[in-house]
């Protein structure tokens, strides 16, 4: 989890119908999750407190008082103290990801949600629009329903984290159909993700009260699996697989058909339609690496202030990049694009604006030193930043695999210490993002390293939601010395300052989520560059 609010109270009735009790409404990455009494919220919070002591840095969980009994101003003011509490907490990866905090989430939404049996089943859809259903127990959390499906399509325990369980819905739904009947009609239908599922949650229960809540617009939500990588010589190494070649191949089929992903030449196309005809999986997706806008995930469109305020765009995440496309004058088809690599990205974080949705805000490297925020209105910026999250761990974890492999230097992976990831080009070069007339990609770096100078910036008065991710977070010095910038503070409204490097003992936490680690070595600094990735 990245993101928790608490925006609502309810009053509930007690089960045996005695009394009733205010809960607090917990929305988890976007989305609703339980409604929760304080005295079990009290109860989650010591649990953690005795078992990470002093590592629990966060704000302060509100006390007990001395009436049971609250007004609505008192009521509001634990409500906001929760919050803080709870923003806090999820910025400490180590501790929102751990078991405890986990299975107390998952209680809480089964409390919340009092299903009336415990054996239930789950249709988990693929993208060719077919379905396997998982028989389980509602208690189940995500991990457990994707090993499952993974034991019925032959899919290998080995890969299983190369995938994804997403709610999705039809791309168009206010359009056409909305039932599951329509999904698995349509050869290929097009989909849209719309959130990613993780271990906190009960699939089962999390698609349920969703579809329970979009009852009266029509809309149908529905579980589909999605891959999770993004470079094509990743995807290589899972070629033996079969059932890894099967959600790969439905994938890219269904992104071919649905005008996703568009190879470069018509001759091309035609080889992959082909290809599909025959069945053959294995030489359709090698055919697919080849092609430079293969492996993007397809989100909504949203507004971007860049190149201008006011920008409407397409947006899409894969390839270790994000890429907007946009109207442009003299453009080939009228559109022009703009790319933003992952390993120029310094930070990024969500802004929650009241009654307008979310703002996706991350900085990027425009020339040497010289880091520009770009902004992107979307109310996906829980789900872009969740998928850029997992292009950041993809690259740590292939260079991790490099170094394993050369061992001429002995190191450690120590939980807070990873690499910096520093961009590569010759000075001249190194410019705004690639924008093309027509939909071009980027062209290969240059050998020349140059290290990425970080100076001290103040981050402006705004009310947001940090997102922090500690196995992504510090830089190395020149010296071999590492070096992290981490802030303490991040309730909304609170203005912020300092710069990537500060003393290493200090244990606070960082305030933003980068796409860089440090890695420590014994005693030589080192650079993952372009031509690394």
Request: proline share 3%; glycine share 6%.
């Amino acid at each position: 989890m990245i993101h928790i609010s608490i925006p609502t109270t309810q009053t509930l009735v007690e089960m045996d119908g005695s009394c009733t009790y205010d809960a607090f409404d917990i929305y988890i990455n976007g989305a609703y999750h339980a409604s929760i009494r304080y005295s079990h919220l009290l109860k989650l919070h010591e649990k953690l407190r005795n078992h990470f002591g002093p590592k629990l840095k966060t704000s302060d969980f509100p006390s007990k008082k001395l009436f049971r009994t609250l007004d609505q101003k008192a009521l509001d003011e634990r409500r906001l103290a929760l919050a803080r509490y709870f923003q806090t907490m999820v910025q400490l990866q180590s501790i929102a990801q751990h078991f405890i905090t986990e299975n107390a989430f998952l209680n809480f939404q089964i409390e919340s949600f009092r299903p009336s049996s415990s054996n239930v089943s789950v249709d988990i859809f693929m993208a060719d629009g077919t379905k396997e259903t998982v028989r389980c127990n509602v208690e189940h959390p995500t991990e457990i329903i994707l090993k499952r499906f993974a034991d019925i399509i032959g899919l290998s325990i080995e890969n299983i984290g190369s995938f994804g369980l997403f709610v999705a819905k039809r791309r168009y739904a206010s359009d056409d159909g909305h039932f599951m009947s329509s999904l698995g009609s349509v050869k290929y239908p097009d989909t849209l993700s719309v959130r990613l599922l993780r271990n906190f949650e009960s699939p089962y229960l999390s698609i349920h009260m969703l579809n329970q809540k979009s009852a009266a617009t029509g809309v149908f939500y529905f579980i589909i699996i999605r891959k999770l990588i993004w470079d094509p010589k990743v995807e290589e190494e899972l070629m033996d697989d079969p059932g890894a070649v099967l959600l790969l191949y439905k994938q890219a089929a269904s992104d071919l058909y649905n005008g996703h992903f568009v190879p470069r030449q018509t001759e091309i196309k035609n080889r992959l339609l082909a290809l599909e005809e025959q069945g053959n999986c294995t030489q359709f997706l090698r055919l697919c690496h080849l092609e430079p806008n293969y492996s993007y995930e397809v989100l909504e469109p949203c507004s971007s202030n860049y190149p201008r305020p006011g920008t409407e765009c397409n947006l899409k995440i894969g390839r270790r990049r994000i890429l907007l496309e946009f109207k442009g004058e003299g453009a080939k088809d009228g559109i022009s694009s703009a790319e933003f690599r992952a390993t120029r990205i310094r930070v990024w974080r969500i802004s929650e604006q009241d009654n307008s949705g979310f703002t996706f805000l991350f900085e990027y490297l425009i020339s040497k030193g010289v880091f520009h925020w770009i902004t992107l209105y979307t109310n996906q910026a829980i789900l872009l930043s969740l998928l850029l999250q997992s292009i950041g761990f993809e690259i740590l974890k292939e260079h991790r695999s490099l170094m394993t492999t050369f061992g001429s230097v002995d190191y450690d992976y120590p939980t807070k210490d990873v690499f910096k990831i520093y961009s590569s080009q010759e000075e001249d070069s190194m410019g705004s993002p690639v924008i093309s007339r027509a939909v071009q990609y980027s062209t290969p770096m240059e050998n020349e390293v140059q290290r990425i100078s970080v100076q001290p910036k103040e981050v402006e008065r705004t009310k947001i939601i940090e997102n922090h991710d500690d196995s992504l977070t510090n830089g190395r010095s020149d010296n071999g010395s590492i070096h992290s910038n981490h802030h303490s503070n991040s309730i909304t409204d609170i203005k912020h300052s300092g710069s990537i490097a500060s003393d290493l003992d200090e244990s606070v936490l960082d305030a933003f989520t980068t796409i860089s680690k440090t890695l420590l070595f014994k005693s030589e600094g080192f650079e993952i560059t372009d031509d690394d990735l």
